[in-house]
């Protein structure tokens, strides 16, 4: 079992910034990295993911305002969040998965606790 721990959420606004990261609790090997978010009344989306190669994908919504990194070594995965607008005001979830293709929305084999993220305006 894997267990990933978040932070870094808060409160921002409008135009700023944040960078919430994401631990695994212990090395495993992990072929994907995700950010998913979820506001209050709406489904969870998918924001970011990112392969163990560097490769990335964003939703179009984020894509040229987030920025999705990795430190394999360290099994952590980074979030920064840009120009931030209220609309992305919303929980954030970290997510893994330890094999299969990579890619937005790819199947959780473990998620975060969530971190939360307000954006005023």
């Known amino acids: 079992q894997v267990q990933l721990m978040e932070s870094g959420g808060g409160s921002v606004q409008a135009g700023g910034s944040l960078n919430v990261s994401c631990a695994a609790s212990?090395?495993?090997?992990?072929?994907?990295w995700a950010w998913f978010r979820q506001a209050p009344g709406k489904e969870r989306e998918a924001v970011a993911a990112?392969?163990?190669?560097?490769?990335?994908a964003y939703a179009d919504s984020v894509r040229g305002r987030f920025t999705i990194s990795q430190d394999n070594g360290k099994n952590t995965v980074f979030l920064l969040m840009n120009s931030l607008q209220p609309e992305d005001t919303a929980m954030y979830y970290c997510?893994?998965?330890?094999?299969?293709?990579?890619?937005?929305?790819?199947?959780?084999?473990?998620w975060g606790q969530g971190t939360q993220v307000t954006v005023s305006s």
């Open positions: 997510a893994t998965a330890v094999r299969g293709s990579c890619y937005l929305g790819f199947p959780v084999d473990y």
């Open positions: 212990r090395y495993t090997w992990l072929s994907c």
């Open positions: 990112i392969d163990r190669g560097g490769g990335t």
